[in-house]
Structure formats: structure tokens, C-alpha cells
């Protein structure tokens, strides 16, 4: 086959028609810059030829205008000139072939005419030996698919080269018996030797495999069946059991039982709850009983505390500031931990609310008249408090009092010192005496010095009146006159017209802090979360719900012991605040009356000596004999106590033994209806199983399995057979491979003179490809020759294919694109003479964009023209 002319139409850059036209035989040049399209000439060509029409790998041809692609060649061979046409379109392709106008083949029928024409569909065949696409010079391929068709290409050249080696090793024939043996074996073996999927080797193993699984599977089936009729004979034996009426008669006495026991343990507690609030109740009248008295006894202590001041006023003074100081940090503990109990008692006192409703469906009416009783007695400590709040609001705080007393010391201060600077007066009556002298009403006694700080007159018996003014040495008085005013002001405000009412209101507030302080533990003994909730709690009783019943809840004894422990523990806390409070008070107004002088020591003194005369023996000893009363009643109440304590029932034991009942009981019930579904699971599966007719099945795949292993047997004998033959074919022709390498070596002998005169090709058998250049007595491999090298190897041998082609009655047109890009221009000479011995039976089509080195090649130079019809109209 030779090419005569070639035709473009929107392809890539050639958005209309370009044509060649008188490609001769020999060497033809097309010699053109670069961007000019000659690689697309080149593609263009082999799309022509192994692209068909319907294809997409076309696509990259398409023209930048967006039109659909055609290429005509013309080409002569034996049988005469013809003219072939593809374009490639979504809806209008096509493949013709044309004979002096006139239409051959179209469609299909074109595609084989162009198959037959090439001697195969692969486009790495013969055609692939000798056209060489730019930057592609080497021949071993570039993907595995083309380097194998090639491979392929070479054997079938080489194997049909020589008569005389066809005859000896069979060549063509060996060629088809290798093909038939790789074909037979391939409908069983891949080419590493593993069954192939879908064929019957696989198919064979893949029955016999199935089969066995399946026997497994019945087998399995078989065992499960005769297991699940044992499991089903326990299980029904188990519920026959546990179904008795003997044993649910049992069961059910247990629970009751239990029940009834865990309720009397209940009452007994709820019996000794009641004792423990009776007894908290009377420790209260005794420690208030015992606070009282202590009282008492305190005034008669405060007396000689107040005689021990007078003497070591100073020294006490350093002492009570320390005392202050530790008394303010106790004070922030006694806060803090009040705090803290007050929280945990909030917390008691909803969960004991809890309780008590849950309780109060229990308790009837011997509740309701406990509640009501609680109620009265804590409507009572409220009043009792806000009575004592209304005193407090009226009295006179501790603040206020020692704001008060210290002004009185620093006016008793100023006062004396300025009667010592004062000028003063003294009488000295004459005996026997005779009429008085008196300041301001007041008579003046024998000798006595008095002070003038101002102005002052004298009234003088019998005499007259003498009038004294201390003139411009008068010393300044504004200090004492500042802090008398500052004292007036303080007692103003408190609305109290002298220091003693002083003192007894601030004795009145405290005692009004005491009873509220008393009245307020008795009512938080009584309500500690106030009256509202014990109302709430009474008129809860008769609508107690379903939410109450206690079953995720502490019970009524543990609310009431935690809500007791909570109680005591605020008591504790808040008398520990109280008398945190009151010695912090006590240190502040000790630290002020010991910074005083003589008349604050004295004052005090009066104030102790007047509250030990309020403190009356006969009303002492009545605290005494409340005191004994209330621990004679203590006593009794913790007695008692003791008594229902020791003869209670362990009502935990009582629990778990309820527990205990109530889990045998549900256990029962819930494995009785796991048994129902286990036994009905059984009794489906052993009807299933037992319809399927298990092991009939069982013997008939056991059987099947022998025939799938002798037909699997046979598969395998026949595939060993054939690996053997193939082998052995294999063998025969790699044993002869060296005389098919004769043929290509005397092609390439003379071309290789041409660049290296002593040089000679090493092959490689497996590719049919040389593998190293020898130049004298050195072997070089061929990838590590250079680019230029590599490339004028390759196109020889190329050439020498081309030649055995022809020879072999199959013309191939030689096409190189920029084939000897890396060539210097001495081996460039020698290659054009290459070309130009091998193109007496070659056509040979160089496309080049080296212009000026490529003139030397001389042969018959093409130009691409322009034309504004395509050769065949669609």
C-alpha cells in the first residue's frame, strides 16, 4: 500500500480544507514550521486507519470552529487505486471507500476493507513497526497494549521472512499452533495459570465448591434440627416447672408474706420517728432552760469581771483587741458554716416534705392531729417572734450602744482635760461657819477646788454676788463642748435622753434578741421550712397520688433522721453563730469600755452592780428547778426511745426479704414468657426443617459433589495437557529464534556500516528488539546511549522492518515525524543516505519542521494547499 494524496477538513487548525497531492514513491519531504500541522497530518492518518468512524477517541481532532473532522487519503496497492473517507460526527458519521467513483464499501463494510488492507485491526502492527509519531522515536511502545501488538507485529515478520526458516520451525503454522494452544487454554487458564472466571475450569471448581458449602450447610441444618427438638424437650420441661400450681401457690404465699412483715417494720418505725422528734423537743426546753440560768449566773460574773476592768483597764485593752479580732473570724466561720447548714437543711426539709406526703396516706388521722398540733404550737413561736421583732425595731443595738459609749468616754476625756487646764476656785469657809457660797444653785463645799471654764458667777450668802470672767487666757473648751454635743446628738437619735436609758434599752434589745432567738429555734424545731408547708402537707393527705409512693424516694425514717440531723446541725450552727455574734459584740464593747478612763471603768461598774441586783436568788433557783424538770423529761423520752429501739424489727432484712420475694416472683413470670417464645421459635423451626426433608437433600448433594470432583478432575488433566503443549511449542521455537534474527541482521548490516563500520546489534530474545550496541570489542546497552543515539538506532531498524515488509509482500509507506530531532548534523548526512538507500522499494513520508537541515534529503517535496471543496461531498 502506498499513499498518493491526503485531505483535511476541520481538523484541529484546519477549520476548512487542506490537501496533498503527488506523494511519489521513494522519499517524499513536507518541510514546514512549527504550528503548520504536520503532527496533525501524521494523526489524522492513523485515525483514518485504526479509529473507527463511530468512535469517540476522535474527539481530539475536532477543529476549533466546532466542525466535524474528515479525513480522505488516497492510496494505490495491487489491486488498484482507491480513495478512502471517514469523518467522525454524533449523528452524521461515516467510512467510505471509493474506486474511480464509484462507491465500494460504506459503514461496517468499510471499516473491514481498511482492516484487510492493514492485515489486522491493531494499530501497534506492521504499521506501528514503521510510523513513527513525534517524540516517539524508540520502538518497544509506549502503553502495554501497543508494546504487545507490536511484539506480535515483529514475530509475525521475522517467522515469514525466509522460506527456508518457515519450513524448518514451522513459522506461520508454529505461529497458529501457539495461537490455538494459548486459545484452548485460555477458555480455561489466565496467563499465570489461575482459572479464568466464566470459563469451565472455574466454572468446575466454582460447583464443586458450592456444592460443599451447600452439604455444609445441610449438614449443619441436620444438626440444628436435632438440637433445637432437644432444647425444645427442656424448655417445655422448665415451664412445666415453673407453671405448677404448687409452685405459683408458693410463690405468691412468699410475697405476701413479705409484704405484710416489711409493713409492721414500718409502723415500728414510724413509732420510734415520733419518739425521736419528742425527745429533740425536750433537749430544747433543757438547753433553753440551761442557757437561761447561765445567764443568771453570767450578770453576777459580769459584776467582779467589771471590778477586775476597773484595776487593769490598760492591759485589758490589748487583750479585747486580739479577742475582737479572733471573735470577727469566727464570726465569718460561724457565717459560712450557718450557711452551709441552712442549704443542707433546705435540701432536708424537701426531701422530709417528700416523705411526708408519701407518709401521709399512712399516718391518717393521727397525722392529720400531729400537723395541726405542729401547726398551733409553730403559729405560736411566731408571735412569739414578732413580738420580739417589734422590741428589737424599738430597742437599742449593740452598734448603737457602743457608738454611744465611746462618745461618752472621749466627752469624759475632753472634760478632764480641760479641767486640768481650767482655772479654778476653792472655798475655804471660816469657822464656825457662816453663810454659804454657791455656783449655778450648787452650795460649794469646805475645800473643794472647782473648775471654771467659762464664765461664772457666785452667789455669796450675806454679801452679794461676785461675778468672775477668766479673760484672754481662757483655755479653748471646744473639744469637750464638740463631743458633749456629739453625745447629745447620738442620744437624740437613738431617742434616749441619758446614758443609763442607754444602757437599759440595749438591756431590754438583748433580752428581746434571746426570746426571738429561742422562739425561732422552737418554731424551726416545729416548721423548719415554715408554717405553709406543714398546711400544704395537711391538705395534701387526702389527694396523695401515684407519683408518691415512695418507691424511688427516701423513706419517712430516713428524711426524718436526715431532716433532724439537718435541723440539729442549723441549731447547732445558729447557736454557734449567735454566740459567735454576741461575743464578737461583747469584744467590741469590751474593747471600747477598757479604752476609757476612771469614769467609763466606774460606769460599767454601776451597770454590773445594777444587773446583779436585777438578778433575783428565788428566780434563779426557779431556773435551776426548770432545769431539772426538763432533764427528768429528756430523760424519760430517751428511755422510751431506747425501748422501741431495742424491740424493732430490722426493717432492712425486711426489705430484702420483700426484694427478694417480688425478684423470685418476676423472674418467674419473665422466664415463663421467654420459654413461650423459645418453645414457639422451636417448634416453627422444627416444622420448617423438618418439610424441607433435610437429610434426603443431604444424601443427593453428597452424590453431586462426586461428579463435580470427576468432572473437575478431567477439566484439570485436559489443562495440564495443554500447559505442556504450549510449553513444548515454546520451547521448539525459542530453540530456532536465533536464525529468525539472521534475516533483520543482513537488512541492518549495511545501514549500520553507514554511521559505525565495525558496529553490530545484541538482541533480546523476548522482544525481538536489540539490546546493546557492540563498536569493537565494547557492549553498550542501548538505554544508556544518548538521545541522538537512540534515535538513529531506532530509525534504522525501523527501516530494515520496512524493507522485510516489503519483501514479504506487504508495502508499509514509511512516516517520520521530526524522527531525528536529537541528530548532529555529520550523523544527520548519513542518515539522509540511509533513508535513500532503503527507499528503492519504500515509499518513505518525512515531516520535518527543520527546513534548512532537511534540504539536504533531497526527494520530492509536498506542500499542504488549501482547497475549497472536500475530495467527496457528504
Excluded at 361 to 368: H, I, P
Aim: a negative charge; charged letters at 30%.
Amino acid at each position: 500500500m502506498k499513499l498518493r494524496a491526503i485531505t483535511l477538513s476541520n481538523v484541529r487548525r484546519f477549520d476548512g480544507t487542506v490537501r496533498i497531492e503527488n506523494i511519489h514513491d521513494g522519499i517524499n519531504v513536507l518541510s514546514e514550521p512549527n504550528e503548520r500541522g504536520k503532527s496533525t497530518l501524521f494523526d489524522a492518518i492513523q485515525a483514518l486507519f485504526f479509529i473507527p468512524h463511530g468512535s469517540t477517541r476522535a474527539a481530539s481532532l475536532k477543529s476549533r470552529a466546532g466542525g466535524a473532522p474528515q479525513v480522505t487519503v488516497e492510496i494505490e496497492t495491487e489491486e488498484g487505486h482507491f480513495e478512502v473517507t471517514k469523518r467522525w460526527d454524533k449523528t452524521r458519521s461515516f467510512a467510505r471507500v471509493h474506486s474511480g467513483g464509484t462507491l465500494l464499501a460504506k459503514a461496517d463494510e468499510a471499516e473491514a476493507w481498511i482492516a484487510r488492507q492493514l492485515g489486522g485491526e491493531n494499530a501497534a502492527g506492521p504499521f506501528g513497526l514503521v510510523w513513527v509519531r513525534q517524540g516517539r522515536a524508540a520502538i518497544a511502545g509506549a502503553s502495554p497494549k501497543e508494546t504487545a501488538g507490536l511484539l506480535e507485529a515483529r514475530r509475525d515478520l521475522l517467522t515469514s521472512v525466509n522460506g527456508e526458516i518457515d519450513a524448518m520451525t514451522g513459522g506461520r503454522r508454529m505461529d497458529a499452533a501457539l495461537a490455538r494452544c494459548d486459545a484452548e487454554l485460555a477458555q480455561y487458564a489466565t496467563a499465570r495459570g489461575a482459572p479464568r472466571s466464566g470459563g469451565p475450569w472455574k466454572a468446575a471448581r466454582d460447583r464443586l465448591a458450592l456444592l460443599e458449602d451447600s452439604a455444609g450447610e445441610l449438614r449443619a441444618t441436620a444438626t440444628a434440627l436435632h438440637e433445637a427438638l432437644d432444647a425444645r424437650s427442656r424448655d417445655r420441661r422448665e415451664m412445666a416447672e415453673l407453671t405448677a400450681p404448687e409452685a405459683v401457690a408458693e410463690r405468691k404465699q412468699r410475697l405476701e408474706a413479705a409484704q405484710e412483715t416489711y409493713r409492721a417494720a414500718e409502723r415500728h418505725a414510724g413509732e420510734i420517728e415520733q419518739a425521736e422528734r419528742m425527745l429533740a423537743a425536750a433537749q430544747l426546753a433543757h438547753d433553753t432552760a440551761a442557757d437561761k440560768l447561765a445567764q443568771a449566773q453570767a450578770a453576777a460574773a459580769e459584776a467582779a469581771a467589771a471590778r477586775a476592768a476597773l484595776v487593769s483597764c490598760e492591759s485589758a485593752a490589748a487583750a479585747q483587741d486580739r479577742a475582737q479580732r479572733d471573735a470577727s473570724a469566727e464570726m465569718a466561720r460561724r457565717d459560712a458554716a450557718l450557711l452551709a447548714a441552712r442549704d443542707a437543711h433546705d435540701a432536708a426539709r424537701k426531701s422530709h416534705a417528700a416523705a411526708l406526703r408519701r407518709d401521709a396516706a399512712r399516718s391518717g388521722a393521727a397525722r392529720v392531729r400531729d400537723l395541726e398540733a405542729r401547726i398551733e404550737r409553730a403559729e405560736g413561736a411566731r408571735r412569739s417572734m414578732e413580738e420580739a421583732q417589734a422590741q428589737l425595731e424599738t430597742g437599742l443595738d449593740a452598734g448603737q450602744l457602743a457608738k454611744i459609749e465611746r462618745i461618752a468616754v472621749e466627752r469624759a476625756a475632753a472634760a478632764a482635760a480641760r479641767d486640768a487646764q481650767a482655772p479654778r476656785v476653792t472655798m475655804h469657809y471660816a469657822a464656825p461657819k457662816g453663810g454659804q457660797v454657791t455656783l449655778d444653785g450648787q452650795a460649794l463645799a469646805d475645800g473643794e477646788a472647782i473648775p471654771l471654764t467659762g464664765p461664772a458667777m457666785l452667789d455669796i450668802d450675806g454679801v452679794g454676788r461676785l461675778e468672775i470672767s477668766p479673760g484672754a487666757d481662757a483655755r479653748d473648751v471646744t473639744g469637750f463642748e464638740g463631743h458633749d454635743a456629739m453625745l447629745r446628738e447620738a442620744l437624740a437619735e437613738a431617742g434616749l435622753p441619758d446614758i443609763a436609758a442607754a444602757h437599759e434599752a440595749a438591756r431590754i434589745t438583748a433580752e428581746a434578741q434571746q426570746r426571738s432567738g429561742e422562739a425561732r429555734a422552737v418554731f424551726d424545731s416545729i416548721a423548719p421550712g415554715g408554717i405553709e408547708p406543714l398546711r400544704a402537707a395537711l391538705a395534701a393527705i387526702p389527694r396523695l397520688g401515684a407519683e408518691d409512693d415512695g418507691t424511688q424516694a427516701p423513706t419517712l425514717a430516713e428524711s426524718d433522721a436526715a431532716l433532724a440531723a439537718a435541723l440539729e446541725a442549723q441549731g447547732a450552727a445558729q447557736l454557734a453563730r449567735d454566740a459567735a455574734a454576741d461575743r464578737l459584740s461583747d469584744a467590741r464593747s469590751a474593747a471600747a469600755r477598757s479604752g476609757a478612763e476612771l469614769d467609763a471603768a466606774r460606769t460599767r461598774l454601776d451597770r454590773a452592780r445594777a444587773a446583779a441586783e436585777r438578778s433575783d436568788p428565788q428566780g434563779a433557783q426557779a431556773l435551776a428547778e426548770r432545769l431539772d424538770q426538763a432533764r427528768v423529761a429528756a430523760e424519760a423520752v430517751s428511755s422510751e426511745l431506747e425501748r422501741r429501739r431495742k424491740d424493732a424489727p430490722d426493717i432492712a432484712a425486711a426489705r430484702a426479704a420483700l426484694d427478694r420475694a417480688r425478684s423470685v416472683d418476676s423472674a418467674a413470670r419473665e422466664r415463663g414468657v421467654q420459654l413461650g417464645r423459645s418453645i414457639a421459635m422451636l417448634d416453627e423451626r422444627i416444622t420448617r426443617s423438618a418439610g424441607d426433608a433435610v437429610e434426603e437433600r443431604l444424601a443427593e448433594t453428597l452424590q453431586q459433589i462426586e461428579a463435580a470432583r470427576a468432572e473437575l478432575g478431567h477439566i484439570e488433566r485436559e489443562v495440564a495437557v495443554l500447559q505442556r503443549l504450549k510449553a513444548v511449542l515454546t520451547a521448539a521455537r525459542e530453540a530456532s529464534r536465533e536464525q529468525y534474527f539472521g534475516a533483520v541482521v543482513k537488512e541492518l548490516r549495511p545501514l549500520l556500516h553507514l554511521l559505525w563500520p565495525d558496529a553490530t546489534l545484541e538482541w533480546k530474545p523476548e522482544t525481538l528488539l536489540p539490546s546493546a550496541l557492540v563498536r569493537g570489542k565494547v557492549s553498550e546497552p542501548i538505554d544508556i546511549l544518548s538521545g541522538g543515539t537512540q534515535e538513529q538506532i531506532a530509525l534504522l531498524v525501523r527501516l530494515a522492518f520496512a524493507r522485510m515488509l516489503a519483501r514479504d509482500g506487504r508495502h508499509a509507506p514509511v512516516i517520520l515525524d521530526d524522527a531525528l530531532v536529537f541528530t548532529d548534523d555529520e550523523r544527520i548526512e548519513k542518515m539522509f543516505d540511509a533513508l535513500h538507500r532503503q527507499s528503492g522499494g519504500t515509499q518513505i513520508l518525512v515531516l520535518s519542521c527543520r527546513q534548512r537541515a532537511f534540504r539536504a534529503l533531497g526527494g520530492k517535496t509536498l506542500t499542504l494547499e488549501s482547497v475549497t471543496e472536500p475530495a467527496h461531498p457528504e
